[in-house]
T-cell receptor
Framework: EAEVAQSPRYKITEKSQAVAFWCDPISGHATLYWYRQILGQGPELLVQFQDESVVDDSQLPKDRFSAERLKGVDSTLKIQPAELGDSAMYLC????????????FGEGSRLTVL | QKEVEQDPGPLSVPEGAIVSLNCTYSNSAFQYFMWYRQYSRKGPELLMYTYSSGNKEDGRFTAQVDKSSKYISLFIRDSQPSDSATYLCAMSGGGSNYKLTFGKGTLLTVNP
């Protein structure tokens, strides 16, 4: 069964360090999403790609977060410098089309900032 | 007022019970309504997907949407310990307004 792959599953870092997360969506899915989920909260969209183009990054803290999907396939989310409040689960999801709520999520990357 | 309100629970029921999970929303533009299930330390998975008002049934799960009341529900019949998870409601407006808005999630535990 096709899955969204994410790595690393767990990351512990100290504040002010750089951290990066990688996502490989389901093959053929043109739309890719990065969500942040704080413990006890629902996922919140950070950035949405359609192929290699950013469609929505209105909630991405651009002073420290960056995301890219250079070839329209896999994607990287970077945080530099990490802050204590960045501790959360970072979820990648993909969908066949942009105007559907049928998202397929990866298992997530749990970040702890000390 | 948040766009989507969901009681976080936790909700604990005995095996075999009927479970009712609910969300309310304020944005009348929402047309697509979803329920995601999230097991501990895993990503959410889509459970139910409905458009506009009405009911949809899939096995032991029934999703209801009442747009006039801005209220959606998920019912689980004959609940099983394997149903223990966090249930997230999500909704979007469709078309160019397709951004998903999630509720906080309700933590459900089904006790054997």
């Amino acid at each position: 069964e096709a899955e969204v792959a994410q790595s690393p599953r767990y990351k512990i870092t100290e504040k002010s360090q750089a951290v990066a997360f990688w996502c490989d969506p389901i093959s053929g899915h043109a739309t890719l999403y990065w969500y942040r989920q704080i413990l006890g909260q629902g996922p919140e969209l950070l950035v949405q790609f359609q192929d290699e183009s950013v469609v929505d990054d209105s909630q991405l803290p651009k002073d420290r977060f960056s995301a890219e999907r250079l070839k329209g396939v896999d994607s990287t989310l970077k945080i530099q410098p990490a802050e204590l409040g960045d501790s959360a689960m970072y979820l990648c999801a993909s969908s066949f089309a942009a105007n559907t709520g049928e998202l397929f999520f990866g298992e997530g990357s749990r970040l702890t900032v000390l | 007022q948040k766009e989507v309100e969901q009681d976080p629970g936790p909700l604990s029921v005995p095996e075999g019970a009927i479970v009712s999970l609910n969300c309310t929303y304020s944005n009348s533009a929402f047309q697509y309504f979803m329920w995601y299930r999230q097991y501990s330390r895993k990503g959410p998975e889509l459970l139910m997907y409905t458009y506009s008002s009405g009911n949809k049934e899939d096995g032991r799960f029934t999703a209801q949407v009442d747009k006039s009341s801005k209220y959606i529900s998920l019912f689980i019949r004959d609940s099983q310990p394997s149903d223990s998870a966090t249930y997230l409601c999500a909704m979007s407006g469709g078309g160019s307004n397709y951004k998903l808005t999630f509720g906080k999630g309700t933590l459900l535990t089904v006790n054997p």
